[in-house]
Structures are given as structure tokens and as C-alpha cells.
């Protein structure tokens, strides 16, 4: 079974760290999504002050970006997810009563779930905790890494998972949550491969549960 791996989680909680550690150990090719580079090429300074639908129309771009990337791709594991852009959307729309606001932010979640479904089989949750670097604090085009804002993040993010696992089309797109109690990269990758693989047995068992001899 070809993988094709998502890893959603606020900033700092270490999912290209992740992407590239699966890559390097268990081969599945890290695709980076870009979104830093794609937001420099659109003209967008994260920070900058900037009108709620042109930033909603920003995530849309986004959204379409990592659908691009992951589109009939065959195996991946990718840094950023649809549940990333719905997070980020929902805490930009906040309590607006704007018409046209809302509606893009319903189009951003159609459109997410959608590519959720139809280009990713797995998509693994990174809760925040684990130490960061000065670098880290240093990366251009990234979100504040102040507490709360992280903690608002990570409760939508995990929020979106919740919502994708109980869509009603989901098929067998896996959505799962690492525990936090795992901190290192080592523990994160084998927890998450281990669900994998019990997730791709169950599916196969159910497979062959439905073959009839004649």
C-alpha cells in the first residue's frame, strides 16, 4: 500500500522534522509543501496587517497549493495538510458577520475536506511540546510562536481532525492524533507507522472478509 501521509500541527510542534525523519527511515518520499515560499511569491509578509478577505483569499491559495502537490501522487509524506489551511481560516474569520467572509470560509472547508478524502489516505495529528531552537524563533514567513496563539492552533487543528474523521464520504482516510507523551522525532515516527500499519491490516482483513469463493 502506497502511503500518502499528511502531517497537520500548529507551528513549532516539529512536522517537517517528522516528514523528513519518515523519509529518511522508512522511505516514503517527503514532499515539502512550500507554503513559506508560496506566500513570498503571492506577496504576503506573515504579520503584515492585511483585509480578512484577502487573506481568506490567500488560505484559498494555499489550499489549492498542497492539493496541486499531493494530486494522483502514488506515495508521500507532506509537512502541511488541508487541516492546517482550515485551522488557520477558522482563527482568521473569528466572530466576523461579513457575508462574503464567511462564505470563502465555507469554500475553504469544502474544498479542504475534499482534498483530504480524495488525496490522502492518512492524516497524523503533532500536538505542541517539544523544545525549540533559536532558529526556530528566527524562520521568516512563519506564525507566532507565542503560547496561547500555538494553543489555538493546535485546539482547531485537532478540532478539524475530529470534524474529517466524521465526514461522511472519509472511505479509509485514517485521522489520528500522536500522543504527547511521544516528544522525540524517533518515538513520533515509530507510533505513527505503528497505527499505520495496524490501520492497513484491519483494511485488509475487512477486504478479504468480503471475497467470495466460487
Partial sequence: MDYRIGITGAQGSGKTTLAKYIDKHYGIPYVDA???SLMSRL???VGDSMPLYERLQIQ???AKHIELLTRGAEGFVIDRTPADVMAYTLDLVGHTNEDR?????LDIEKFCHKTAISNFNAIAGLRPGVALSERDYLRSQRASLDRLYVARIDALMCGELTKIHLHPQRGDLQTFVVS????TVEARARS????LDNA???IENRFCGRVTVH
Fill in 34 to 36: 512550500g507554503v513559506g
Fill in 43 to 45: 506577496g504576503v509578509r
Fill in 60 to 62: 484559498m491559495e494555499i
Fill in 101 to 105: 467572509c464567511i462564505e470563502l470560509a
Fill in 180 to 183: 504527547n507523551r511521544y516528544r
Fill in 192 to 195: 505513527m507507522m505503528r497505527m
Fill in 200 to 202: 492497513v491490516e484491519k
